[in-house]
Structure formats: structure tokens, C-alpha cells
């Protein structure tokens, strides 16, 4: 895994588990975890992330990674860059199919596949490292764990355990 990938993943994990206000205090959450970056770098990973002030009680504003946006569709290469950098595991049962992602990570992903308006994908239910892909009526779940396996770059991956 890359270092980026590493530090972005540890980002989604502490903006979801932490109130985290400012950069700085996401620089001192980040080197707690033993990863080290700066603040500019920092700057780049929450832009790239989708990452938000919101204000929340008490007034004050902290990080979010936005919420899933209905009406505005993910761009296809940002959808294969997504499943590319996160997606380490497809399975597939019935019309579920199962992603793994590293800890933290899964509602980035569904996110990012319940924007991109995928024909045959009905919706996602996303945990901390593990996300759900309801097939919709018509398309078989081995199809859909096809495509996101194809996504994901994992097109020879022996996957299937269900």
C-alpha cells in the first residue's frame, strides 16, 4: 500500500472517530498514529478526500467527509480510481456483493459507487472495512461482482466465497 493511500486512509479513520477541528490537531492525531506528514500535504489529502467543516453542538466546526449527494454523479475514472486504491476484497452471494477496504474506508467507497449511478447497482450499506452492493432486479450478482472486481483492478482474484 502506498504511503498517500496509508495516510488517507488513516484520515477518513480519525475525522470519523475524532472531533477534529483544525489541521494541526489532525497533524498531532496523525503522528499519535505514527504517520508523519505536513500541513500542506495534509491540505492536498482532506481536499482529495472531500473532506468538510461542519459545524456540530457547541457551535464549533470539525472535519466530515461528505454525505452520499443523490443528484451529483461520480465521475467514471474517479469511480475506478476509488475502487483501485480501496477496494481489497470482492465477494459475492446471491445478489449481495461484499467489498472489503482497509479500517475506515468502506463509506468512501460506497460513497463513491452510490454517486456513480452504476446500471445494476441498487445501493450500498457501508460498515468501517466492509460494504454491502445490493444487485438490482435483472442483474445477477456474480455480473455486478464482475464489474466492481474489473473496477477495482482484481479481474483475476479468486474472490467468490459464497
Not at 461520480?74 to 477496494?87: C, D, I
Not at 435483472?138 to 459464497?162: C, F, M, N, V, Y
Request: hydrophobic residues 45%; glycine residues 10%.
Amino acid at each position: 500500500m502506498s504511503v498517500k493511500l496509508h495516510r488517507q486512509q488513516a484520515i477518513a479513520r480519525l475525522i470519523g472517530q475524532h472531533e477534529v477541528g483544525s489541521q494541526p490537531q489532525l497533524l498531532e492525531l496523525l503522528a499519535a498514529a505514527a504517520i508523519t506528514a505536513t500541513q500542506a500535504t495534509v491540505s492536498r489529502d482532506l481536499d482529495e478526500l472531500g473532506a468538510v467543516k461542519v459545524r456540530v453542538a457547541g457551535g464549533h466546526s470539525v472535519y466530515a467527509l461528505p454525505e452520499i449527494e443523490t443528484d451529483r454523479r461520480a465521475p467514471f475514472g474517479q469511480l475506478r480510481r476509488v475502487l483501485g486504491e480501496w477496494v481489497a476484497d470482492v465477494a459475492v452471494s446471491a445478489n449481495i456483493v461484499v467489498l472489503r477496504t482497509p479500517p475506515g474506508c468502506a463509506h468512501v467507497v460506497a460513497s463513491a459507487l452510490d454517486r456513480s449511478g452504476m446500471e445494476g447497482l441498487l445501493g450500498t450499506v457501508a460498515g468501517d472495512d466492509t460494504l454491502l452492493c445490493v444487485a438490482a432486479d435483472g442483474t445477477p450478482g456474480d455480473e455486478l461482482a464482475d464489474q466492481l472486481r474489473a473496477l477495482a483492478g482484481l479481474d483475476g482474484a479468486d474472490s467468490d466465497r459464497g
